[in-house]
């Protein structure tokens, strides 16, 4: 499918009430919009696949804690996916059709990947996104949380406080609250970014906007993504959806410290499109 065909299935996967959010075709469409060729029907069997397996594995484990262990096992030990920390910031660690085929990922793709052969093999598994990092935590379970960056390792309340500081420095305080769940959209929007954040520290502007695009289906009325979006479109040229977006921006926002450049470049593309 072609770009616009991938954000419009985003946009219509993405206005469903939170809970009725597909996670897997969400996140298969965001591929889509990298790779036209993709087979979703392909990827999701292959997710399939590997819950059956999962399921075998898990048997008849005597308790949760056993459920989740194996799981772990056969996803990180058996099958091998791992953490990306040879090539952290490749973008290829951001899509989920790249992580399935090359077993390699970050925090949050690797948990994806938990969740979704988790949920399909009946151990309901949500993600945690605790600030620098990404884990995944049992539904029904208090306190049973896994990093699957580190091989699906179980982790305490004070191991996930010491991994906070190893990941955001040694004076990160400890908040409790580190551990709620994430909703879909807030999972989905937290993918983008990482892919956001990547193109742009490449200068790679297209597929920056392309991360911005399905940021704003997710959130049409966030003033910085339209922020980003309207400077994005400038740099390539595109001035008068660059006007729009920046246009919105100020008015979504009361005065701060980048209005008055953005005023000054809304300005110029008003002289310049006049």
């Given at each position: 499918?072609?770009?616009?065909?991938?954000?419009?299935?985003?946009?219509?996967?993405?206005?469903?009430?939170?809970?009725?959010?597909?996670?897997?075709?969400?996140?298969?469409?965001?591929?889509?919009?990298?790779?036209?060729?993709?087979?979703?029907?392909?990827?999701?069997?292959?997710?399939?696949?590997?819950?059956?397996?999962?399921?075998?594995?898990?048997?008849?484990?005597?308790?949760?804690?056993?459920?989740?262990?194996?799981?772990?096992?056969?996803?990180?030990?058996?099958?091998?996916?791992?953490?990306?920390?040879?090539?952290?910031?490749?973008?290829?660690?951001?899509?989920?059709?790249?992580?399935?085929?090359?077993?390699?990922?970050?925090p949050i793709t690797l948990s994806l990947v938990c969740i979704l052969v988790g949920e399909r093999a009946g151990i309901p598994l949500q993600g945690v996104g605790m600030p620098g990092h990404f884990l995944v935590s049992h539904r029904t379970e208090p306190g049973l949380v896994i990093?699957?960056?580190?091989?699906?390792?179980?982790?305490?309340?004070?191991?996930?406080?010491?991994?906070?500081?190893?990941?955001?420095?040694?004076?990160?305080?400890?908040?409790?609250?580190?551990?709620?769940?994430?909703?879909?959209?807030?999972?989905?929007?937290?993918?983008?970014?990482?892919?956001?954040?990547?193109?742009?520290?490449?200068?790679?502007?297209?597929?920056?906007?392309?991360?911005?695009?399905?940021?704003?289906?997710?959130?049409?009325?966030?003033?910085?993504?339209?922020?980003?979006?309207?400077?994005?479109?400038?740099?390539?040229?595109?001035?008068?959806?660059?006007?729009?977006?920046?246009?919105?921006?100020?008015?979504?926002?009361?005065?701060?410290?980048?209005?008055?450049?953005?005023?000054?470049?809304?300005?110029?593309?008003?002289?310049?499109?006049?």
């Amino acid at each position: 499918m072609d770009y616009d065909e991938s954000r419009r299935r985003f946009v219509a996967a993405t206005t469903l009430p939170d809970p009725d959010i597909d996670l897997a075709q969400a996140a298969l469409l965001i591929s889509a919009a990298e790779y036209p060729d993709l087979d979703i029907d392909g990827q999701l069997a292959a997710l399939d696949s590997l819950a059956n397996a999962a399921m075998r594995r898990v048997g008849e484990a005597p308790d949760i804690f056993s459920r989740v262990n194996r799981l772990s096992e056969y996803l990180f030990d058996e099958v091998s996916f791992s953490g990306n920390q040879d090539d952290y910031y490749d973008p290829r660690n951001s899509y989920l059709s790249d992580v399935l085929s090359r077993r390699l990922g970050i925090p949050i793709t690797l948990s994806l990947v938990c969740i979704l052969v988790g949920e399909r093999a009946g151990i309901p598994l949500q993600g945690v996104g605790m600030p620098g990092h990404f884990l995944v935590s049992h539904r029904t379970e208090p306190g049973l949380v896994i990093d699957p960056f580190h091989r699906g390792i179980m982790l305490s309340e004070a191991e996930c406080s010491e991994r906070l500081r190893q990941v955001v420095g040694e004076n990160a305080e400890w908040d409790p609250g580190y551990l709620d769940p994430v909703n879909n959209r807030e999972f989905l929007a937290r993918m983008l970014r990482n892919l956001k954040g990547v193109y742009l520290h490449q200068r790679d502007h297209p597929r920056a906007l392309m991360a911005i695009d399905f940021l704003v289906a997710l959130a049409p009325e966030a003033p910085e993504e339209r922020r980003d979006r309207g400077l994005i479109h400038y740099q390539l040229g595109h001035f008068q959806e660059a006007l729009t977006d920046l246009r919105f921006y100020l008015g979504a926002r009361q005065a701060g410290p980048q209005h008055g450049p953005v005023q000054r470049l809304v300005d110029a593309l008003e002289q310049r499109l006049s």
